[in-house]
Each structure stands twice: as structure tokens, then as C-alpha cells.
């Protein structure tokens, strides 16, 4: 079964930071890019940043300069270090990859159910 785990969110202050880490299991054969989410209250989810298997990286404009993605893929992790957290950045924040799976060398888009980030005083 392939699926993303998600962990690292929690309660953080206003200014504080937090590390979330999201691993891929599974048949997975190859991953491409990988993707961090977010969804707010009452808002529809919007790309964080994403970044290629060759490490190029992009970002939404409100987290540029704050957030920063990474990737192991001997470990078919990614990471997303949040600094500078503000209020507005809560939300549960999902991990999407793009993959291809063993047997049949079939290519999926794969979603961990999430991690809560609370940023509040």
C-alpha cells in the first residue's frame, strides 16, 4: 500500500517555528515532484511550495522568505521548516506526491491525510 505520513504540526506562538516531515512507503518505483498544502478555516487549499526531484523549489507569495522545502530521497521524505509563523498560516497542511508505482509502473498522485499547525498566543 502506498501512502504519505505526514508529522511535525502542533501549537506554536506567533514568530515561532515548526518542521513538518511527510514520508512516502510503499511500491514506489520513482517520485517526482512533491508538494506541500494547506487548507485554513473557512479557505480552499492552496499550494504551499513544491519542489522537483532535481531540488527546484517554488513557493505561494505570503510564505517566500519564511517557509523552506526540502527533500531526501534516498529517504523519499520531504520536509517543509516553517520560521516567522503567523496567524494566518494556520491550517492543516497536506503532502501530495506524484509517483510511480511497482507492479505495473502505473503513476499516481498520492495525499497524506494532514497535519494540524496552530499559530496562536
Known amino acids: 500500500q502506498v501512502q504519505l505520513v505526514e508529522s511535525g504540526g502542533g501549537l506554536v506562538q506567533p514568530g515561532g517555528s515548526l518542521r513538518l516531515s511527510c514520508a512516502a512507503s510503499g511500491s514506489i518505483l520513482s517520485t517526482y515532484a512533491m508538494n506541500w498544502y494547506r487548507q485554513g478555516p473557512g479557505k480552499q487549499r492552496e499550494l504551499v511550495a513544491a519542489?522537483?526531484?532535481?531540488?527546484?523549489?517554488n513557493y505561494t507569495d505570503s510564505v517566500k522568505g519564511r517557509f523552506t522545502i526540502s527533500r531526501d530521497n534516498a529517504k523519499n521524505t520531504v520536509y517543509l521548516q516553517m520560521n516567522s509563523l503567523k496567524p494566518e498560516d494556520t491550517a492543516d497542511y497536506y503532502c501530495?506526491?506524484?509517483?510511480?508505482?511497482?507492479?505495473?509502473?502505473?503513476?499516481?498522485?498520492?495525499w497524506g491525510k494532514g497535519t494540524l499547525v496552530t499559530v496562536s498566543s
Open positions: 519542489i522537483t526531484s532535481g531540488g527546484s523549489t
Open positions: 501530495n506526491a506524484d509517483v510511480v508505482v511497482v507492479p505495473g509502473l502505473r503513476r499516481m498522485d498520492i
